[in-house]
C-alpha cells in the first residue's frame, strides 16, 4: 500500500520518462497502422462514428494529437483526475474489507473537485447501405467490418437481449456465419458478429479477414447471411445451443482473482444489483424464440449498415462495384478518394 500510496500522492513526472513513454506510444500508433487488422478497425470506428467524434478516434491517439501533448498536459490531468468523485477502487484478494480499508485509509485525503456529467453522444443515422474501400495494395487479406452504432450496455434490456440473439448467428466459433465462412467455404480463419456497448451507445458489428480474391463473395454472403437470420429466425436447436453454452460459460466466467475484479469493477461502473448475474440467468433460461426473431428483425438492419473493405483495390474495387451497392473509395485517413 505504501507504494499505491506513493504513486497516486507523490508522481514524479520525469522529463526522460515522459519523452521515453512518448516516444514508445508514438511507435505504437505507427504499428496498428501498419497492421491491417488494427488500420482496419480504427477507420470503420471512423466511418460509424464520424471524422468530428472523440469516439470516432483511436484510443491510443493518432500522431498528431500525441505530437501535441506536452508535460505540462499529463500534470493537468493529473490534477483534473485527482479527484474522489472520479475515482473507484475495486479489490479481489484474501483479506477482510475492515482490513482494507484501514490499509488504503489515505483515499480520504483526495478532495472532491465534483464530476462533470457528459451527454449521450448523437447516434449517427445511417441513410441506406454503403461501402467503403480502402485500398491495401498486394494483400493476400481483405480486411471487412460492416455495422451501425446500436446500444449503450444494459444487463437486463434490449442490449443484453440482443446478445443473445446474436450468438448463434454470429458471435460463438460455431455460429451460422463462422461456420459458413469458415468451415464451408474455407474464406477465412474467422469472423463474428457482436455488440459492444459502454455508458455510450456502441457499435454492433461484423468483423473478419478473408482471402483477397473472395472478397466481394464474402460481401455477398454476409448480406444473404444476415437476411436469412433477420427473416427466417433463430431455429429451435440453435435456441437450446445459445441457452446451454452461455449457461455453462457464465460458471466459468469469476472464477479467477482477475475475474472477481472485473465482476466487482462492472458492478461498480454501471451501478448494478448485487445479483444482476442472477437475473440475466432468469432472462436468458426464459426468453422465447419469438423474442429472438423479433430482436433479429429490429437490430439486424441488412439495409442500413456501414460496410468497410480494406483490401487490394486492383483485384477487387470492381468486383465489389458490381454487387450493387453504393462504393466510396478513401484513403488512410478517412478521406474520400476523388
Do not use: H
Not at 514508445?24 to 501498419?34: A, K, P, T, V
Not at 474489507?97 to 488504503?104: G, L, N, P
Not at 447501405?129 to 434490449?158: H, L, M, N
Not at 458492478?267 to 426473431?293: A, C, F, G, H, P
Amino acid at each position: 500500500m505504501a507504494i499505491v500510496k506513493e504513486s497516486l500522492f507523490e508522481p514524479k513526472f520525469d522529463k526522460t520518462e515522459f519523452d521515453l513513454e512518448k516516444k514508445m506510444q508514438g511507435d505504437r500508433i505507427i504499428q496498428s497502422q501498419m497492421s491491417a487488422a488494427g488500420l482496419a478497425d480504427n477507420l470503420f470506428k471512423k466511418l460509424l462514428f464520424g471524422k468530428s467524434s472523440v469516439v470516432g478516434v483511436p484510443v491510443n491517439g493518432t500522431t498528431n494529437s500525441l505530437n501535441g501533448i506536452t508535460l505540462e498536459d499529463v500534470k493537468a490531468y493529473y490534477d483534473q483526475s485527482m479527484n474522489s468523485s472520479l475515482i473507484s477502487v475495486s479489490i479481489s484478494g484474501d483479506i477482510t474489507k475492515d482490513e482494507m480499508m484501514k490499509q488504503m485509509s489515505f483515499m480520504n485525503d483526495i478532495k472532491d473537485k465534483g464530476a462533470k456529467k457528459y451527454e449521450e453522444l448523437a447516434k449517427p443515422s445511417i441513410e441506406k447501405t454503403k461501402i467503403y474501400f480502402c485500398d491495401k495494395k498486394g494483400a493476400a487479406q481483405s480486411e471487412i467490418r460492416a455495422g451501425y452504432v446500436a446500444f449503450s450496455y444494459d444487463p437486463y434490456g434490449e442490449y443484453y437481449k440482443s446478445q443473445i440473439m446474436n450468438y448463434s448467428f454470429g458471435s460463438a466459433f460455431n455460429s451460422r456465419l463462422n461456420y459458413y465462412m469458415r468451415e464451408v467455404k474455407g474464406w477465412t480463419y474467422g469472423c463474428r458478429t457482436g455488440f459492444s456497448g459502454s455508458k455510450f451507445a456502441g457499435p454492433f458489428g461484423f468483423s473478419g479477414g478473408f482471402k483477397a480474391n473472395t472478397t466481394d463473395s464474402t460481401l455477398a454472403d454476409f448480406m444473404k447471411e444476415t437476411i436469412k437470420f433477420r427473416d427466417g429466425g433463430i431455429t429451435d436447436e440453435e435456441l437450446s445451443f445459445t441457452k446451454n453454452a452461455l449457461t455453462q460459460s457464465d460458471a466459468l466466467r469469476y472464477e479467477a482473482p482477475m475475474q472477481k475484479l472485473f465482476f466487482v469493477k462492472r458492478i461498480m461502473d454501471y451501478n448494478l444489483e448485487k445479483d444482476y448475474v442472477s437475473k440475466q440467468m432468469t432472462i436468458l433460461n426464459n426468453i422465447t424464440k419469438e423474442e429472438i426473431n423479433g430482436l433479429a428483425k429490429k437490430n439486424l438492419p441488412a439495409d442500413k449498415l456501414v460496410i468497410f473493405v480494406l483490401g487490394d483495390k486492383a483485384t477487387n474495387l470492381e468486383k465489389v462495384k458490381k454487387l450493387g451497392y453504393d462504393v466510396i473509395e478513401i484513403d488512410n485517413e478517412g478521406n474520400e478518394v476523388k
